[in-house]
């Protein structure tokens, strides 16, 4: 059973459709890209497989296991919370928020797992430096960290390398790469770097509100290739 299926969605906004009959499956092990222009609806489409936007017809389905909040994110970074004031550590145990129930302080369990994520992505030995302080790769690293702490299963990334420089992006994909096919995370990013982007994807899906294509990455480099498919990231 896939982890997330989305039948038939459409999204609108005081009446405006943002995202017109979109369906897809989303199963363990997937890494899914989403590309299209900006407006076609990309990140709207990934809010609601968060449960954050309601669709106003269709439906979304969570299986294998798969609950709202147990769902990985790494949203677009803003300038305030690149300069946000807490510690690596901190930022990173804030991802297990949504699996203590009523708890109100962090226990054995959530601080092994942010330990345990810190050294999965290599930045254990930064855990007690000010997050403000660390180059964007790095942050982007204690982000990814901090959405592992929520999901065991399925990361939704929204423009992971924006304002990287490549070399970053390129370590980036790495360890994404490394989560998909070793620890066979599902992926699902939105991305304007085709090129990067695509390198490890099974599936794309292109936007322009509705689905301009959706089906394998080997499909659509050969469509693309061909000039048969128009996909500005």
């Known amino acids: 059973m896939a982890l997330i299926a989305m ?3 459409t999204i609108a906004f005081e009446g405006a459709v943002a995202v017109d009959r979109v369906s897809l499956e989303v199963e363990r092990g997937d890494y899914l890209v989403i590309v299209g222009e900006n407006g076609s609806g990309k990140s ?3 809010r609601a497989m968060l449960g954050l936007v309601k669709p106003r017809s269709g439906r979304i389905v ?8 147990r769902i990985g994110y790494l949203p677009q970074q803003t300038a305030a919370q690149r300069d946000f004031p807490a510690s690596v550590e901190e930022v990173v145990l804030s991802g297990c928020v949504n699996r203590m129930g009523r708890l109100f302080f962090y226990g054995r369990v959530e601080k092994e797992k942010a330990l345990n994520n810190m050294r999965l992505l290599d930045i254990e030995r930064m855990r007690k430096k ?6 964007g790769g790095q942050q982007q690293r204690a982000l990814l960290a901090r959405a592992l702490c929520a ?10 390398v924006t304002g990287l420089d ?7 994909y790495d360890v994404i790469r ?3 096919r070793v620890h066979r995370v599902a992926v699902v990013m939105v991305s304007h770097d085709i090129g990067g982007a695509l390198r490890d994807a099974n599936k794309v899906l292109v936007m322009d509100r509705g689905m301009d294509f959706f089906g394998s990455a080997a499909e659509y480099r050969e469509r693309f290739t061909e000039g048969k498919v128009s996909a500005n990231g």
């Open 7 to 9: 039948k038939d969605v």
């Open 44 to 46: 709207t489409l990934m």
């Open 166 to 172: 490549p070399a970053a992006a390129q370590e980036f």
């Open 130 to 135: 000010s997050y403000r302080t660390l180059s």
């Open 178 to 180: 490394e989560l998909n």
């Open 62 to 69: 969570y299986g294998d296991g798969l609950v709202k909040n």
């Open 151 to 160: 999901t065991d299963a399925i990361l939704l990334l929204d423009e992971p």
